[in-house]
C-alpha cells in the first residue's frame, strides 16, 4: 500500500522559513510526479506545487512562486518543501500527494502537516 | 480564489441520489480531465473519480462523474451516512496550472 508521510510543519514566526519532507514508501517513487496542496484553517483545498520525476519541472501556483520551492530526492524516496518568507496567511495543512499515471489526478495522499505562521 | 465553482452544500435523504455540480470554463474543464475529491472531517482527502467519469478501485459503482461542455457533476446515488464530506471538483489550468473547486459540504439528513 502506498505511503506517504510528511513531516517539518511546526510554529514559525512571519518573516521566517520552514522545510518540509514528505517520505514515500511502497511505489517507485521516482516513476511519478509529486505534488503539495495546502489547506488552511475551515477552508478549501488549494494546489501549491507539482514536480515531475526528475525533479526537472517545477510548476506553481502564482502567489507562491518565488517564496516556495519543491524538490525532491529519489534516492531517499523523499519530496520537499522550502517556504520563505512566511505568512501569517501560510498557515495551513500541508498535504504531499502521488500523482496518478492518467492525467494529473493525485491518487494518494500523506496524513498532512499543520504549519502555522504567527508571532 | 478558485476558478471552479461549485454549491456550498448539498443534502439529500438516506437512499435519495444527490448531484454536485462544479462550473469551469474553457481553459480548464471544458479542455482538461475533471477530478472528484472526498474529504471526511480531519482526513486527508480521496480520490473519487478521475479523467472525468473513472472510478479508481474500491470507489463503489454508485459515484459516477460527468461532464459537459465548461461544467462537470458527481452523482452519488443510494445516499449513505458514510457520503457525509467535502467534495471537490479539480482540473488543470491554462492560466493558473491547477485549480480546486469551491467544495459542497454533503449532508446525510
Known amino acids: 500500500e502506498v505511503q506517504l508521510v510528511e513531516s517539518g510543519g511546526g510554529l514559525v514566526q512571519p518573516g521566517g522559513s520552514l522545510r518540509l519532507s514528505c517520505a514515500a514508501s511502497d511505489f517507485t517513487f521516482s516513476s511519478y510526479w509529486m505534488t503539495w496542496v495546502r489547506q488552511a484553517p475551515g477552508e478549501g483545498l488549494a494546489w501549491v506545487a507539482y514536480?515531475?520525476?526528475?525533479?526537472?519541472?517545477?510548476y506553481y501556483a502564482g502567489s507562491l512562486e518565488g517564496r516556495f520551492t519543491i524538490s525532491r530526492d529519489n534516492a531517499k524516496n523523499s519530496l520537499y518543501l522550502q517556504m520563505n518568507s512566511l505568512r501569517d496567511e501560510d498557515t495551513a495543512v500541508y498535504y504531499c500527494?502521488?500523482?496518478?499515471?492518467?492525467?494529473?489526478?493525485?491518487?494518494?495522499w500523506g496524513q498532512g502537516t499543520l504549519v502555522t505562521v504567527s508571532s | 480564489q478558485s476558478v471552479l465553482t461549485q454549491p456550498p452544500s448539498a443534502s439529500g435523504t438516506p437512499g435519495q441520489r444527490v448531484t454536485i455540480s462544479c462550473s469551469g470554463s474553457s481553459s480548464n474543464i471544458g479542455s482538461k480531465p475533471v477530478n472528484w475529491y472526498k474529504q471526511s472531517p480531519g482526513t486527508a482527502p480521496k480520490l473519487l473519480i478521475y479523467?472525468?467519469?473513472q472510478r479508481p478501485s474500491g470507489v463503489p459503482d454508485r459515484i459516477s462523474g460527468s461532464k459537459s461542455g465548461t461544467s462537470a457533476s458527481l452523482a452519488i446515488s443510494g445516499l449513505q451516512s458514510e457520503d457525509e464530506g467535502d467534495y471537490y471538483c479539480a482540473a488543470r489550468d491554462d492560466s493558473v496550472i491547477y485549480v480546486f473547486g469551491t467544495g459542497t459540504k454533503v449532508t446525510v439528513l
Open positions: 479523467s472525468d467519469d
Open positions: 514536480t515531475n520525476q526528475a525533479g526537472s519541472e517545477r
Open positions: 500527494a502521488r500523482i496518478g499515471k492518467s492525467g494529473y489526478n493525485f491518487d494518494n
